[in-house]
């Protein structure tokens, strides 16, 4: 039942959000009590759905004993976990399975026997089926909310005054709904929680004075739909060192001397939907320690350094972003990361939309980057990685400058309107470029100089005002381009300058005012 389990968990996904839909627990730490783990990540939700196939009553282990009747097996510690700590379970039948007989279940789980189950066939009947059940979930959900939220209110009508009381008071796996209102507190987060904004985020502030806004010290916990600010003297707005943590529809900002957002360490992994985050005299989320996350639908802006800051070796995915206004870049990318960064708007950044450094490797897809002080993304110091599907115009300096050793790989990309060159090559760099459109940049179209020899083929070079390509020493290869309309006057289309050993193959170069490829040998 692996592949029908996995469609229904995909649709579940896609319907409740990937940070709400949770499988078997299958990473049990070494050396700890495997029941009491499960038990706990059992405790943390709120419909448990057990997906019954044909062979789940019959399955055995190796020596032949039914794994149903083995009370160490994972299925059964965690169905008889729900089932004791009165958690919702709803049996899913696949394959034509019918629901269990009390007689056919170990007697710790016959309980199950008499929950409503729901059908899930294949197709053509699996999208009905799964809207039912989705429509279900939806009802049990709101009933256990309703059950087990906390509310708090500066008014009268809350069980609590401060935020702080209620996360001290309340149960693991509980919501905190909090009304409007300005709560000056230093948030800690220790158990598995969800604090909920009722109403609209800009009416609920919560305001750090003297530390970090909300620390989070537990390995589980959702906060939706707050403002949240920091104006303490050095400490961060959200502070991640363990944990997946969600932050949802959130404002977040701040004037202390630190980053608003900060995510340190292999354990943990911040969700970002739909948050603003701005003001920070620092980074707006800074990446740290082999982190990982994934930041969608949110508008960093105004920070004094950087936007986004990936160091340490972390590998946050960065998607349908907009970074801009920054002191320093959109992003930085340094000392091995490998983040992935796709359909991003990065723009009015003093510097780089993106800078990479470090050997990092980073994926850039469907991104653009325009309208920086410097250039649209820069490789520098040893890093490689892709850049695919990209636009790179209006920066102040280059659309691509590539580094000290540098060997990224660009394709499908646009390089354009660029106060400089389209692609910059210096100091030994390298790379390829295939498929690419460089194009009416006010300086040389590709730039390559100091022994750099990258490779560029099937790719078009033109309406440039000055060479279409200027070459000035290393090794370049360029295969099946075209190159036309470039050089005003008596500036040739091509330029190799001394020291160059260019291979120009299968190319055609034309519609050049001047002459069409200029050697310079001294």
């Known amino acids: 039942s692996t592949a029908e389990a996995a469609r229904i968990f995909d649709h579940l996904e896609s319907e409740f959000g990937r940070d709400h839909v949770f499988k078997d627990v299958d990473s049990i730490p070494f050396g700890v009590d495997f029941a009491k783990c499960l038990d706990q990540a059992v405790s943390q939700c709120q419909v448990m759905l057990v997906i019954i196939g044909k062979t789940w009553l019959t399955v055995t282990e190796a020596d032949g004993t039914r794994r149903l009747d083995n009370p160490n097996d994972f299925v059964r510690i965690e169905v008889e976990s729900a089932l004791r700590q009165g958690i919702p379970v709803i049996p899913v039948l696949i394959q034509g399975a019918g629901m269990p007989r009390r007689t056919q279940l170990p007697e710790s789980l016959q309980p ?3 929950r409503n189950g729901i059908e899930v066939g294949n197709d053509p009947r699996f999208r009905a089926d799964m809207n039912r059940l989705v429509k279900g979930l939806k009802g049990t959900l709101e009933e256990a909310a309703a059950r087990i939220a906390i509310v708090v209110s500066r008014e009268e009508n809350g069980a609590y ?3 702080t009381e209620a996360i001290q008071a309340a149960h693991s796996g509980a919501r905190i709904h909090i009304k409007p209102g300005h709560y000056v507190e230093d948030i800690v987060i220790d158990k598995h929680l969800e604090l909920i904004g009722k109403g609209d985020a800009k009416d609920i502030v919560i305001e750090s004075r003297k530390s970090h806004c909300i620390k989070i010290d537990t390995d589980f916990a959702v906060v939706r739909g707050l403002t949240l600010e920091n104006n303490s ?5 959200v502070y991640i060192k363990q944990g997946r943590i969600t932050l949802e529809q959130c ?28 003001r920070s005299r620092k980074h707006g989320v800074h990446f740290d320690n082999k982190s990982k996350g994934e930041l969608e639908n949110c508008e960093i802006y105004g920070a004094g350094e950087s936007g986004i800051l990936i160091e340490n070796g972390s590998a946050p995915i960065i998607h349908k972003c907009k970074v801009h206004d920054c002191g320093f870049c959109s992003i930085s990318i340094t000392e091995s990361s490998k983040p992935k960064i796709t359909a991003c708007e990065l723009f009015m950044n003093r510097c780089a939309g993106i800078l990479v450094m470090e050997r990092s490797i980073p994926v850039v897809k469907e991104t653009k980057a325009y309208k920086n002080g410097m250039s649209g993304i820069v490789f520098d110091s040893l890093s490689q990685g892709s850049i695919e599907d990209c636009d790179f115009y209006e920066n102040k300096q280059c659309g691509i400058g590539i580094l000290n050793l540098s060997s990224p790989n660009v394709t499908k990309s646009r390089m354009h309107h ?6 910059y090559f210096s100091s030994n760099a390298k790379g390829e470029v295939t498929d690419c459109e460089i194009y009416q940049n006010v300086m040389p179209g590709v730039f390559i100089t100091e022994s750099s020899s990258p490779t560029i083929q099937n790719s078009k070079i033109y309406d440039h005002r000055g060479n279409g390509l200027s070459i000035n020493g290393g090794n370049s290869k360029f295969l099946n381009c075209r190159i036309f309309r470039c050089g005003l006057g008596d500036i040739p289309g091509v330029f190799i300058g001394d020291s160059s050993k260019t291979i120009l193959q299968g190319c055609e170069i034309f519609e050049i005012k001047g002459t069409g490829v200029c050697i310079r040998d001294s």
Do not use: M, P, W
């Open 112 to 114: 199950l026997a008499r």
């Open 251 to 278: 404002n977040i900002a701040s004037s202390s001397e630190e980053s608003c957002v900060f995510v340190s360490g292999e354990d943990s992994y911040l969700i970002l939907q739909k948050c603003k985050i701005h």
């Open 418 to 423: 660029n106060e400089r060159n389209g692609l």
């Open 161 to 163: 005054r401060t935020i």
């Open 233 to 237: 003297k050095k400490a961060y707005t």
